[in-house]
């Protein structure tokens, strides 16, 4: 019977390990559970001084669960030596019964938070994401690293966090399109937070598939980040990633010069790549080098390097 003190020790293994590296590296967000006892199916993820709990199972969770969550949270409190308060939890279902899980709330309310060179606003509290997906930090570090005097596009770059590396890279411009005006604002924000001058960069409040069947410009380095499904009134038809994903690619080559980078990633779980996409270019599975060493999830996301193929 897994109790209190076998999850207590595990999360604390987790977290000195972790929080030595990330200390050693420089970056203040970081997973230190995921799954790790079947019995307690709960994600654990620190920002700084708070800890976010996932409760991250599809179906209705029983009330012996419900007591393992309790003692995940009293773990997390003692072990970051946190108030209740700096423990944010976020559960997809409530449980059966009379207990609930504390709603989503509206608090505004933006950390700061950095990783590396770049110092994130997260918001804990609002909304099930928190504007930083902590899987892409290896995928941002190649960013920075590869952004020098580079005219960068950012496809659904939600809070910018991508697009602010490739800033703080040395990126001569940084194009960000998404379609929510919330999360545009919020790139904004970030970028303001790291005294980067908003001037030369462009923020495009649009479908990503819209710009990209519009656009002509050439980039260096584009990222390519969408979400599994997507839909809105301002979209002719649904996109899924699967299906779509040798159009858009297709279109990002279009856009891509010569000697450019695309990075292509999805967190669809059981992903493959299309073959036609295999004979517009070449592509490499960078997968396992964009996970983190905090994650567990080998197949969290999928993260392809492409360019173009050589002309004959
Ligand atoms: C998977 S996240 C992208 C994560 C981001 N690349 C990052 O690493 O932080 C989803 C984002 O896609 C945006 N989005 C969804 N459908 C879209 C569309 N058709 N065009 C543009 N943005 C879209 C959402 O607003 C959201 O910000």
Redesign the pocket.
């Known amino acids: 019977m897994t109790d209190l003190k076998t999850i207590q020790n595990r999360i604390e293994k987790n977290y000195k390990h972790r929080a030595k590296i990330a200390k050693r590296e420089g970056f203040e967000a970081f997973r230190i559970y995921e799954k790790d006892i079947p019995d307690f199916p709960f994600i654990v993820d620190v920002y700084k001084d708070n800890a976010v709990i996932y409760e991250k199972r599809d179906e209705e969770i029983d009330a012996e669960k419900f007591e393992h969550f309790g003692y995940i949270i009293s773990a997390v409190k003692n072990i970051l030596n946190i108030p209740e308060e700096k423990v944010v939890i976020k559960a997809r279902k409530r449980q059966v019964g009379d207990t609930q899980y504390v709603k989503l709330e509206e608090r505004n309310e933006l950390i700061s938070v950095k990783e590396y060179a770049a110092h994130y606003l997260v918001n804990l509290h609002d909304y099930l994401?928190t504007?930083?997906?902590l899987d892409?930090r290896p995928?941002?570090q190649i960013v920075f690293k590869s952004s020098e005097g580079k005219k960068v596009l950012?496809?659904?770059?939600?809070?910018?966090?991508?697009s602010v590396m490739a800033a703080l890279g040395g990126a001569r411009q940084v194009t960000s399109?998404?379609?929510?005006a919330t999360?545009q604002d919020w790139a904004r924000k970030n970028f303001e937070h790291n005294n980067i001058p908003l001037k030369e960069h462009n923020f495009i409040t649009?479908?990503?598939?819209?710009?990209l069947e519009k656009a002509s410009q050439r980039f260096d380095l584009i990222?390519l980040?969408?979400?599994?499904f997507?839909?809105?009134k301002?979209?002719e038809e649904d996109?899924e990633v699967e299906k779509d994903q040798v159009a858009v690619i297709k279109q990002c080559l279009r856009l891509l010069a010569p000697d450019g980078v695309l990075y292509f990633?999805?967190?669809k779980r059981a992903f493959k790549i299309d073959p036609a996409v295999l004979e517009m270019a070449n592509v490499q599975d960078i997968t396992a080098k964009t996970i983190p060493e905090d994650y567990r999830n080998p197949k969290i996301h999928h993260c392809f390097k492409i360019t173009h193929k050589a002309k004959k």
């Open positions: 994401d504007g930083l997906f892409h995928l941002r950012n496809l659904f770059s939600y809070t910018g966090s991508i399109v998404d379609m929510s999360y649009d479908s990503a598939l819209e710009y990222v980040d969408p979400p599994t997507s839909n809105s301002k979209m996109f990633s999805n967190n």
